[in-house]
């Protein structure tokens, strides 16, 4: 696997399992309700700016401002997976070359804003998670089922769990 994205990075943080659904193509995001909500309200939040920035199909970035990547979230229940995507852009953009950006990351439904900055901590992990996922992405079965409180609100439930 030679391409690691940032939904990569946010399914490792969510569920090994649901990552390696997604890298052998078992995508079942396209009927879940709860993944259509998010996607309208990234479509009703911000319109004044320009979204979606995809960068060699490895980074998509939902707006760039003042030096600042900004990604909305429907809610903050699997926050620590949307701070380690955004940290993951920033990690990208440095190794690219582009240095001196920060990040925040938007709740609009709940009127909240987290602010995240990369460290070379961050950056160790980051590179640590890359080499996971590579591993992951090599097992000729998913792994095990993980019992989560997210799970049945979760597109892969029924895959999973039944």
């Known amino acids: 696997m030679e391409n690691i994205t ?4 946010y399914y490792y943080m969510v569920c ?22 998010g996607k309208l309200i990234d479509e009703n939040s911000y319109s004044r700016e320009e ?16 030096n600042t990547l900004y990604e909305t979230k ?25 240095e001196n950006f920060s990040g925040e990351i938007n709740y609009p439904a709940l009127k909240q804003k987290v602010s995240v900055e990369l460290t070379a901590d961050d950056e160790k992990e980051i590179e640590n998670i890359c080499a996971e996922i590579r591993k ?20 892969y439930y029924d895959l999973c769990m039944i």
């Open 6 to 9: 940032g939904v990569h990075i």
């Open 16 to 37: 090994r399992r649901k990552l390696w659904y997604f890298i052998n193509e078992l995508k079942m995001e396209d009927d879940n309700e709860n993944v259509s909500l």
């Open 51 to 66: 979204k979606h920035i995809n960068i060699a199909d490895t980074i998509n970035i939902d707006f760039i401002k003042n």
């Open 74 to 98: 429907k809610s903050k229940q699997i926050e620590e997976a949307s701070v380690m995507q955004l940290k993951y852009y920033l990690y990208y953009l440095k190794r690219s070359g582009a």
């Open 136 to 155: 992951i992405a090599a097992l000729p079965r998913p792994p095990a089922p993980d019992k989560k409180r997210i799970c049945k609100k979760c597109a």
